[in-house]
T-cell receptor, first 116, second 115 residues
Framework: AQTVTQSQPEMSVQEAETVTLSCTYDTSESDYYLFWYKQPPSRQMILVIRQEAYKQQNATENRFSVNFQKAAKSFSLKISDSQLGDAAMYFCAYRTWNSGNTPLVFGKGTRLSVIA | GAVVSQHPSWVICKSGTSVKIECRSL??????MFWYRQFPKQSLMLMATSNEGSKATYEQGVEKDKFLINHASLTLSTLTVTSAHPEDSSFYIC???????????FGDGTRLSIL
């Protein structure tokens, strides 16, 4: 079974600075998806960024980018120019390529605080 | 984008009552729906997976008779917490997906408080 590990329970960053959240995963599959979700205090799950494992190019979405290292099974999230609204829980998630009924597998999350 | 509507967003009820939570996909057909439970400051814990017209598949440790899941149509799934007790108080989130290669979309969650 696949597992997702987020080794940083809490992180903090100064406003306008850059922060990197770590995520590693374990799988025997060669094709899969990886995601970062944001959960603010409202507890809504918001998709931040998605990466297909077959793509070598790292995904980017505005201030959010990932460093996908397939051989190392690492998928870190970089937030540039951090804003107060970025404060939230961030979950890394894995999904099998041919998903069928297979759900997302979540890490335990990293709580990000943004300091004004 | 795809929208999943979940309601109620917050419910408070007495111990022993049953509570139904609805999850609707508003602009796509949800082939598969997932129900999660989340305790404070913890990750999402998968409770069950359901396909339209089929019985739900429950995760180990989740009581089928306590948490009844019905996925009667391609746009609606319900979770009924039967004879709820204080230990069932939690945040419940539904999620829906269309085709297998499509993203999983989340409802806004239901905060359940059992007195």
């Amino acid at each position: 079974a696949q597992t997702v590990t987020q080794s940083q329970p809490e992180m903090s960053v100064q406003e306008a600075e850059t922060v990197t959240l770590s995520c590693t995963y374990d799988t025997s599959e060669s094709d899969y998806y990886l995601f970062w979700y944001k959960q603010p205090p409202s507890r809504q799950m918001i998709l931040v960024i998605r990466q297909e494992a077959y793509k070598q190019q790292n995904a980017t979405e505005n201030r959010f980018s990932v460093n996908f290292q397939k051989a190392a099974k690492s998928f870190s999230l970089k937030i540039s120019d951090s804003q107060l609204g970025d404060a939230a829980m961030y979950f890394c998630a894995y999904r099998t390529w041919n998903s069928g009924n297979t759900p997302l597998v979540f890490g335990k999350g990293t709580r990000l605080s943004v300091i004004a | 984008g795809a929208v999943v509507s979940q309601h109620p967003s917050w419910v408070i009820c007495k111990s022993g009552t049953s509570v139904k939570i609805e999850c609707r996909s508003l602009d796509f057909q949800a082939t598969t729906m997932f129900w999660y439970r989340q305790f404070p400051k913890q990750s999402l814990m998968l409770m069950a997976t359901s396909n339209e017209g089929s019985k739900a598949t429950y995760e180990q440790g989740v009581e089928k008779d306590k948490f009844l899941i019905n996925h009667a149509s391609l746009t609606l799934s319900t979770l009924t917490v039967t004879s709820a007790h204080p230990e069932d108080s939690s945040f419940y989130i539904c999620s829906a997906r269309g085709l297998s290669n499509q993203p999983q979309h989340f409802g806004d969650g239901t905060r359940l408080s059992i007195l």
